[in-house]
């Protein structure tokens, strides 16, 4: 029997809804089933930003990051933008849908399409009793299929949390049931002995990125206004092409005008050696005509130089790593400043940010794994080489320490895609690796 392409489309996407499901029953915590909530749906449908939301505590998950930064003007609007979208039915969404003070931010916080899947009220990964739901965003449109399949899908995600709920309320129940004292001392004193035996690696999750590992800086040669760049974002360039121009009309006029005051002066000069034979007044003046004549010709060579600079070429091979080439047209530069970076295509490494509570011992050559936020399903693995001594502040306000590491094999991946980094430290006790978290909450809080 021959299945028509419908029917092989519709037996994808269920088995890729069973994969997700197998993934939803491992899961330990409410935590896991977020994470595959906002990142691995997208082995369903593509999409570039996700986020899990409720009604009474906000924000719960967002898509390519380890931890919600609560306080962030982003955070901020897409709580309002979901609480709006709250009442609405699973569907597509845009941003004349929303009210006016939303919809005008639409386009600098999302992609213009979006699909709004509701979570029912006793969602124990986030409303329990209260409304709440996912946003997914992309730059294309959702088909009524894609719609289809993603509020199947999310409507089993919600019975495996309610699973894990009743997995969790029987836990519960049976340590409740454990009402002996030397039973209960027992249990302590078993939990304590695996807290101080068991061994386990301490590890960290910091945001990162893929960035290039010896990138060359192009830099302005001197003060003018970029005309144009000539090669775009992300071209692959070779030594010697040209990547940008300057708007040489100031240079140009300054020539013209050096030409003739070099001519006017060389002609002084031969007027005072034609006199020079009968003159004495013109024999003296005739050094100063020499210096003025010399000084003339400098200018001008100089002049020459700056109008050879105002085409710069590439130093070497590489992909012209640069923002949007309109916003460079007329744009004034300073001599020194960075206009673009070329990099080998292969030449990449992980750099990530580590924040300050996070700050444990990490050796060089500590193991390094990236899982990007667009490829879920694939990671990358690198070995650490530099961390930073100090932190420093990021542009969202917060502080970290900077972290660099060697890939272990060459990637596809392009420069530039983000995700999240594991990095692996010292060996520690159980017991430390759960507490330690605890315990420096505690000294924040007391100062002791």
């Not at 800086?217 to 001197?222: G, Q, S, T």
């Not at 600079?309 to 130093?315: D, G, K, Y």
Request: aromatic fraction near 6%; include cysteine; proline fraction near 6%.
């Amino acid at each position: 029997m021959t299945l028509t392409p419908q029917a092989d489309i519709d037996g994808t996407l269920a088995c890729i809804t069973l994969a997700l499901l197998r993934r939803c029953h491992g899961a330990g915590d409410r935590a896991a089933l977020q994470f595959i909530a906002v990142n691995d749906s997208h082995l369903l449908a593509p999409y570039r930003q996700a986020a899990l939301w409720h009604q009474r505590r906000g924000v719960l998950a967002l898509s390519g990051v380890s931890q919600v930064e609560r306080n962030g003007p982003y955070v901020q609007w897409l709580q309002s933008v979901c609480r709006a979208l709250a009442a609405r039915p699973a569907g597509p969404v845009q941003a004349g849908a929303l009210p006016d003070a939303l919809a005008a931010a639409w386009d600098e916080w999302l992609p213009a399409q979006a699909l709004w899947v509701p979570v029912g009220q006793d969602d124990p990964s986030g409303p329990g009793g209260d409304r709440g739901g996912l946003l997914f965003a992309r730059d294309e449109a959702w088909s009524d299929a894609e719609c289809a399949a993603m509020a199947d899908w999310l409507a089993n995600w919600q019975a495996c949390c309610l699973a894990l709920a009743q997995r969790q309320s029987t836990r519960r129940r049976l340590l409740r049931g454990l009402r002996g004292l030397p039973v209960a001392a027992a249990v302590l004193a078993a939990i304590a002995a695996l807290m101080i035996t068991v061994p386990v690696h301490l590890s960290v999750l910091a945001p990162a990125e893929l960035v290039p590992a010896h990138p060359v800086a192009v830099r302005a040669p001197l003060d003018g206004v970029v005309q144009q760049l000539l090669v775009s974002p992300n071209e692959l360039v070779r030594a010697g092409q040209p990547l940008f121009a300057y708007d040489d009309a100031a240079l140009s006029s300054k020539r013209d005008i050096a030409v003739q005051a070099l001519a006017t002066v060389e002609t002084e000069l031969r007027q005072y050696d034609q006199q020079s034979l009968y003159d004495n007044k013109a024999r003296a003046a005739m050094p100063a005509a020499r210096g003025n004549v010399t000084e003339k010709r400098s200018e001008l060579a100089l002049l020459d130089k700056q109008l050879k600079r105002s085409q710069v070429l590439a130093p070497s091979d590489g992909v012209a790593l640069f923002d949007d080439a309109a916003e460079w047209a007329g744009r004034p530069v300073s001599t020194g400043e960075r206009v673009m970076r070329l990099a080998a295509p292969d030449d990449k490494e992980i750099e990530a940010w580590l924040p300050i509570g996070d700050a444990i011992p990490l050796p060089v050559g500590a193991p390094v794994r990236l899982y990007l936020a667009a490829s879920p399903t694939e990671s990358l693995s690198g070995r650490l080489r530099y961390v930073a001594h100090e932190a420093q502040r990021r542009p969202d306000g917060s502080s970290a320490y900077l972290l660099r590491a060697t890939l272990d094999a060459s990637s596809a991946q392009r420069i530039g895609l983000k995700g999240t980094a594991r990095v692996a430290g010292q060996e520690v006790s159980l017991g430390y690796w759960v507490l330690r978290r605890p315990l420096a909450a505690v000294r924040e809080l007391l100062g002791v």
